[in-house]
């Protein structure tokens, strides 16, 4: 199944990059644009599934980009603005935008809504189904009780963040995340500075299976990136 491409068109830096780790976290491919210039750039180049565009926007904004879309193609389109006016609202999906959110918006919210429009504009799933149990190196996780299990049949619930981190990484195998995508993914906020949450997380879920925790099998650390799973994970 081909993962779904998001595009992201978006001027100001920071916000644009919280994006694209955020649908990345989500196993979705991303692209990203700063302008209507880039956009049609990467439009020609990408088979691009999903929108994900910035109303104020430097040149030609997010509404007349919209309207000029919508005269070529039906894709996806999500705006996000500053703006929280009604009319605005109104006029963006008058033009053609299938949703609209307003800045700040809640980063959970943001991937519901994508995924929810993914699943009736892209003919396949968006995301393939996964299994409830998944076994690693004689381990076995279990998504509906969030149990962990050694090889010896010893079982530990883990917490909700352990479990989400884990499973994450479980699901793509080999796979960097980083900090600030697992922190999303554990707990649907953005990482602060100087926040450790992760670091910990991580650490406590290695005390669970790694026999050295200075030299990690199953969880590498790749440093100035974030965590990876090179464990093996056995197939049906």
Do not use: C
Not at 53 to 61: E, V
Not at 149 to 162: A, Q
């Amino acid at each position: 199944m081909q993962t779904p491409v998001v595009l992201i068109v978006e001027d100001e830096e920071v916000t644009r990059s919280n994006l694209v780790s955020l649908f990345q976290g989500e196993g979705y491919d991303v692209i990203e644009a700063v302008n209507g210039e880039e956009m049609n750039q990467r439009l020609a180049e990408s088979k691009v599934n999903l929108i994900v565009m910035d109303i104020n926007l430097p040149g030609k904004n997010g509404l007349i980009l919209a309207r000029e879309l919508r005269q070529k193609e039906k894709i996806g389109l999500i705006f996000l603005t500053g703006r929280d006016s009604e009319v605005d609202r109104i006029l963006g999906l008058e033009i053609g935008a299938d949703d609209y959110l307003t800045k700040p918006f809640n980063p959970r919210e943001l991937t519901i809504r994508a995924r929810n429009l993914l699943s009736r504009t892209v003919a396949q799933p968006v995301v393939e189904e996964h299994k409830s149990v998944v076994t690693f190196n004689g381990w076995t996780l279990d998504e509906n009780s969030r149990n962990l299990t050694s090889p010896k049949g010893e079982s530990r619930r883990l917490p909700k963040g352990e479990y989400r981190a884990l499973r994450l990484m479980l699901d793509t195998p080999g796979k960097i995340f980083t900090r600030e995508q697992l922190i999303r993914h554990m707990t649907g906020r953005e990482l602060r500075p100087n926040d450790r949450t992760v670091d910990v997380t991580i650490r406590r879920i290695r005390k669970h299976f790694e026999t050295d925790m200075d030299t990690p099998e199953l969880i590498s650390t790749i440093h100035g990136e974030g965590y990876r799973f090179v464990g093996n994970i056995d197939k049906d």
